[in-house]
């Protein structure tokens, strides 16, 4: 079965650094999209940052200049550089990979991971 684990996240001063990881496993044909999505309590889940397998790339408007999204494609893996954090970046944040899964009869659909919690703060 696909199996996507983040690790990366923690509690970090608002202006610091994290780096984020997403490596995707299992039985995987293809991989179409990954993503980065964040949930804080009593928020909705919103989209992150994504990287699609042409190499186009999304971000949330906050986001924009201060996270990097990048990707390994020999790793099955999604990387997402958070610099310049601040508390408003405090969330879950799930990693999410559009995928073909293998096997005899393949499955197309969105996998998730389980979270991985960042805190920024003082």
């Known amino acids: 079965q696909v199996q996507l684990v983040e690790s990366g996240g923690g509690l970090v001063q608002p202006g610091g650094s994290l780096r984020l990881s997403c490596a995707a496993s299992?039985?995987?044909?293809?991989?179409?999209?990954m993503g980065w999505y964040r949930q804080a309590p009593g928020k909705q889940r919103e989209l992150v940052a994504s990287?699609?397998?042409?190499?186009?790339?999304n971000y949330e408007d906050s986001v924009k200049g201060r996270f990097t999204i990048s990707r390994d494609p020999a790793k099955n893996t999604v990387y997402l550089q958070m610099n310049s954090l601040t508390p408003e970046d405090t969330a879950v944040y799930y990693c999410?990979?559009?995928?073909?899964?293998?096997?005899?009869?393949?499955?197309?659909?969105?996998?998730w991971g389980q979270g991985t919690q960042v805190t920024v703060s003082s």
């Open positions: 999410n990979a559009d995928l073909l899964s293998g096997g005899v009869v393949g499955y197309r659909g969105s996998y």
């Open positions: 990287i699609r397998s042409d190499g186009s790339i």
């Open positions: 299992g039985r995987i044909a293809s991989i179409n999209a």
